[in-house]
């Protein structure tokens, strides 16, 4: 078991494209960290750089004590999953299974207590003999799983391991890996770009975005204070709200506008944020997470936001409302993550943003009410327009970098 | 909900068994006019070498007569022996393998570390060089042949090199025909090699082989069926060449089959009835290895280009 | 703010530092297309650039025996362009070639579509006759062929005889060059059908299902599904066999060759013919060169089309 270690990393391809632009990152021994981020953000690039199947450009990384840049995969002494599971369709389980003890000159008789007892962990003994293409996609993940498992080695590789699963054995096998990874304590680093897969699985979470990393904390710090819009705009489902809003000073406190919105910082919040007196007079992008918002509060203090319903989504446990309100949406694309952006299907007018927001299961809101959306104020979060960077919380330090 | 209980008849389904029976007859019409077109067609196609294998089982009077004898019967041999009997007919057919086997070896060996290039790795040229095999393929040996004979002709008087090269020299002929079975061979199994895919080896590599190592245990064994069927479709390139053959082996006992059935021809006519036996016999291992592969190798030349 | 410095810290600067690994895997490309180069260079490259020079130098039998041509400039191009029968060569090629690939098309694309229509059973006993016909080496085509037009005894004669079509008794197919070269295309293009018609329909039945019905849905009859979706889908696929059939029948030598028993008469030349005449027969290596110079540059255009259909289909990657 060994930690990993990247130290000013950089991929930089042929072209000149930076796949991958100083990354920093450890994990420590017996972690499981989940590298998570859109498409063609650099996860993969640098999953397959500690595995050494991709040249590293600049930069180290060290896997226990050692730096591997220049050491071939076979001496690195990882183990990976692959997307495609990658398993040798003309070998039989069993040889899948063992191929990786018999290229380290494993005894003959440890090989194959070593592949019996994984087989037997994970419910394989049945189709040892069989091949790859007679499994279900279930039992290929299995294999796949118990090919890096066998080798007991000294961290876990996984590139989109669940991608290729259907939802609900997608779910299943989600909490079977990190059992596994539990059990082992074998240092995992995981890459995915699915959030939700990150968050359930992670003990940290490392967000990037175009090479770039952008945040690396535990689950829940990610999701209540994101470093930045990006951040924030891709953890969490639905995504949290944003508005482009302008800052006043209205009386002793402070007021945040949007067009017909209205939402007044009590004193105490806005004492937390004593870098928010800076933008007195200035716009900045509030977030508000859907479940922020509330129907009806039994605080009468909280600033309400009126609105229209144009959706109600009934998911048995809660029910989602679409409700346009007369306020600015935030419109930087480049700043958030655009696919989470794009969730809010409904069309954004002029001067009018959708936001969503979490209600009762037994909510009686229907498409064309008038609503008026409850904001708990504790649960704000403010961020520069022009940076993108969260407005900090005094006293909670930031965890990561943030372009 | 209860209009569409089973149990509602409705007066379109009184009507419809007459219109099904017409449209059924109208395909049937179809059908049967379909394959009667199939039928007419294959006829067409597979008479000539029908005729061929009738004609080489047929005895002479049948051959000579004007009123064509559909059949062979009554079927005889004679032609068969009288082409195996024939001068050169076992040098030749010797001949003939010893440059198939020698071309298809050497150029396999060569491919196959061309066609792992150009399949696993990107480098500078890569697009230059599938460029370059796929030109030099359609270069028209006719047009080659002119030079290569000036250059053998002087190379079999070149002491040193005269051993190898040279006019009536198999093997200045196995030389020559690498010209089109090299490219050929690399560009197919490229093809094959891509169809393997990456992570097969990648996975090999994290499981303790070195690049090599994965090429030889993963990609090999995967990618054997396609050397197969490149390995044999050279064969069937090489057996069958006559040109090269025919202007650079001149001595009757240094030809390959394919020249060889030139030798049923002469001044006074052509010996049909062994010449269609020989012709069969030449033919017989083409056919028998290309039903073999046809599948896999038909789309060599073209493949991929319909994937929508 | 970015993470401490200290948690991370700089290390040494070794922007592409060449460490034995990375230059192994750099070179290792190389290394594996050398031997392929070599042979392409020494048996392809050395024979080409020949053929050019030999183009530009009187080489006849003396220069054979002696080894040695004399450079003469663009002589032998002079002497071609001014000589009429190169000239008829040239055209006859040219619509001889048309004719072949014309033919070829329209016959290969026409059964390719009927196989998509028909049962199991005739399609499995089509295509196996096509591949029958397909594996018969040209040689033996020919000489079937040759058999099958024979003046005296030819099924040929007899069958058309009968069907009532003429008198073809002792008819002789090759006195007259339009009836010769009119045997030499049906064994070309008989012998080019199967490749294709099997590709082509292998193209057909590639075509999505889902597409068609989307058509179908969006209210498309028949016809109208063939051209809006059928033909722009096998539209890469047609274009590569074209200029691939092209260049395989613009240098045709068996067929016309081994029809008229090794010794055509000069109304048979086509390119290849022409050149292969002039250099052996004749021992004109120089001029013969000269005209395969010229033939492999209008094949070029040719090779070019397939080329770049075969890079924009995602080929050549």
Redesign the interface.
């Known amino acids: 078991m060994a930690a990993i270690r990247f130290t000013h990393v950089i991929k930089e391809y042929a072209g000149g494209t930076l796949a991958v632009d100083d990354l920093n990152l450890e994990v420590a021994e017996g972690e499981f960290v989940v590298l998570v981020g859109p498409s063609g953000c650099g996860k993969t690039t640098a999953l397959r750089m500690v595995a050494g199947l991709e040249e590293i450009t600049d930069g180290e990384i060290r896997i226990g004590d050692r730096v591997v840049n220049d050491l071939a995969p076979r001496d690195r002494d990882i183990a990976m999953v692959f997307q495609n599971y990658a398993l040798y369709p003309h070998k039989t389980v069993y040889e899948n299974l063992v191929f990786g003890l018999r290229m380290r000159k494993v005894p003959k008789s440890e090989q194959r207590r070593r592949v019996e007892e994984i087989a037997r962990i994970l419910g394989l003994e049945e189709m040892l003999e069989r091949r790859p293409a007679q499994l279900s996609g279930g039992q290929r993940q299995r294999v796949a799983m118990g090919r890096a498992i066998v080798r007991e080695p000294q961290a876990f590789l996984m590139d989109e391991p669940l991608s290729n699963l259907d939802a609900k054995l997608r779910v299943q096998m989600r909490a079977e890996i990190a059992r596994i990874q539990q059990t082992l304590r074998v240092t995992t680093l995981y890459v995915t770009h699915d959030q939700v897969e990150a968050m359930t699985m992670g003990h940290r979470v490392a967000v990037m975005r175009s090479g770039v990393l952008q945040q690396v904390d535990t689950p829940q710090r990610l999701y209540d204070l994101p470093g930045n819009l990006f951040v924030a705009s891709f953890v969490g489902s639905p995504a949290m709200n944003l508005l482009d809003v302008a800052l006043e000073r209205e009386g002793g406190g402070l007021v945040c506008r949007s067009g017909g919105v209205e939402i007044e910082l009590p004193v105490d919040i806005a004492a937390r944020r004593p870098q928010l007196e800076q933008y007195v007079g200035r716009r900045l992008a509030l977030g508000i997470r859907p479940e922020a918002l509330s129907e009806s509060s039994t605080d009468p203090d909280a600033p309400r936001i009126r609105g229209r319903a144009l959706l109600v989504e009934a998911l048995g446990a809660e029910s989602l409302a679409h409700v346009e309100v007369n306020a600015m949406a935030l419109d930087r694309p480049e700043l958030v993550d655009v696919s989470a952006a794009q969730a809010h299907l409904l069309p954004v007018g002029d001067r009018t943003a959708t936001l969503l927001a979490r209600l009762e299961h037994d909510t009686g809101v229907k498409p064309g009410h008038v609503v008026d959306l409850a904001a708990d104020v504790r649960r704000l979060h403010f961020f520069d327009l022009d940076t993108g960077s969260a407005i900090p919380v005094a006293g909670v330090p930031v965890t990561a970098a943030v372009v | 909900m209860s209009s569409l209980t089973p149990l509602a008849p409705t007066p379109v389904a009184v009507r419809a068994p007459a219109r099904r029976i017409r449209v059924r007859r109208g395909k049937l019409v179809r059908?049967i006019g379909?394959?009667a077109?199939?039928?007419l067609?294959?006829a067409v196609?597979?008479f000539?070498?029908y005729?061929?294998v009738a004609?080489a089982f047929k005895p002479g009077r049948d051959?000579?007569?004007?009123?064509?004898h559909w059949f062979p019967a009554p079927a005889t041999l004679s032609n068969f022996t009288n082409a195996i009997h024939r001068q050169y007919f076992w040098t030749d057919v010797k001949n003939s393998a010893i440059v198939v086997v020698c071309v298809v070896t050497l150029s396999m060996v060569?491919?196959f570390?061309?066609a792992?290039?150009?399949s696993?790795?990107?480098?500078y040229g890569?697009?230059a060089?599938?460029?370059?095999?796929?030109?030099?393929l359609?270069?028209?040996?006719?047009?080659?042949?002119?030079?290569?004979?000036?250059?053998m002709?002087?190379a079999g008087?070149i002491h040193g090199l005269n051993w190898v090269l040279g006019v009536n020299k198999l093997s200045g002929v196995i030389?020559?025909y690498?010209?089109f079975v090299?490219?050929f061979s690399?560009w197919t199994l490229q093809g094959f090699m891509?169809g393997v895919?990456r992570?097969?080896e990648?996975?090999?590599?994290?499981?303790?082989?070195?690049?090599f190592?994965a090429f030889v245990r993963?990609l090999l064994?995967?990618v054997a069926p396609g050397l197969v069927a490149t390995s044999i479709f050279a064969f069937?390139q090489a057996?069958?060449e006559?040109?090269i053959a025919y202007?650079f082996l001149q001595d009757g006992s240094k030809q390959t089959i394919?020249v060889w059935?030139?030798s049923f021809?002469n001044l006074h006519g052509?010996d049909?009835g062994p010449?269609?036996a020989g012709?069969t016999l030449?033919?017989l291992p083409?056919?028998v290895f290309?039903?073999l592969i046809?599948r896999r190798i038909?789309?060599g030349?073209?493949?991929?280009?319909?994937?929508? | 703010m970015a993470v401490a410095e200290s948690e991370f810290p700089l290390v040494s600067r070794r922007r592409r530092r060449l460490s034995r690994r990375r230059v192994g895997s750099a070179l290792a490309p190389y290394a594996l297309l050398a031997p392929t180069a070599i042979v392409i260079g020494a048996i392809l490259g050395y024979p080409l650039y020949l053929l050019v020079r030999l183009s530009f130098e009187q080489y006849g039998l003396f220069e054979l025996v002696r080894h040695k041509g004399t450079w003469i400039g663009i002589h032998n191009f002079r002497t071609i362009f001014h000589d009429s029968q190169f000239w008829h060569v040239v055209a006859r090629t040219l619509v001889f070639t048309a004719v072949n690939v014309t033919l070829t098309m329209i016959l290969g694309t026409a059964i390719a579509l009927l196989i998509a229509r028909l049962g199991r059973f005739m399609r499995l006993l089509l295509t196996t006759g096509l591949v029958l016909v397909w594996a018969t080496p040209v040689v033996v085509a020919v000489n079937i062929w040759r058999w099958m037009v024979d003046y005296e005894f030819g099924v040929a004669n007899w069958t058309l005889t009968k069907l009532h079509l003429g008198n073809f008794i002792h008819h002789d197919w090759f006195a007259n060059t339009w009836e010769g070269f009119g045997v030499i295309t049906a064994v070309i293009v008989w012998g080019a059908i199967p490749f294709v018609t099997i590709t082509l329909y292998a193209g057909l039945s590639q075509v999505p299902q889902e597409l068609v019905e989307a058509a179908q849905i969006d209210g498309a009859r028949a016809w109208n599904v063939f051209r809006e979706v059928t033909v722009p889908l096998l539209k890469p696929i047609f274009i590569i066999l074209t200029s691939l059939s092209i260049i395989w029948d613009f240098q045709v030598f068996n067929q016309v060759w081994i029809m008229l028993g090794e010794r055509p008469s000069p109304d048979y030349y086509v390119m290849g013919i022409y050149a292969y005449v002039t250099s052996f027969r004749s021992n004109e290596y120089g001029l013969g060169s000269a005209i395969a110079v010229v033939m492999v540059a209008i094949m070029m255009a040719a090779t070019v089309v397939y080329i770049r259909q075969m890079i924009k289909t995602g080929e050549v990657r």
Do not use: C, H
């Open positions: 059908r379909l394959n077109v199939a039928l067609v294959f196609m597979v000539p070498v005729w061929m004609t051959i000579l007569d004007y009123k064509p060569v491919a570390l061309a792992l290039a150009l696993r790795f990107r480098f890569r697009g060089f599938i460029v370059l095999i796929l030109g030099v359609m270069l028209p040996l006719v047009a080659l042949i002119i030079p290569m004979y000036i250059t002709s002087r008087q030389v020559m690498m010209t090299l490219p690399v891509r895919p992570e097969l990648e996975a090999a590599m994290v499981d303790g082989t070195t690049r190592g993963i064994p995967l069937i057996w069958n006559y040109i202007v394919t059935l030139a021809t052509t049909w010449l269609m012709a030449t033919a083409v056919v290309f039903v046809q038909s789309f030349l073209t493949a991929g280009a319909v994937k929508a």
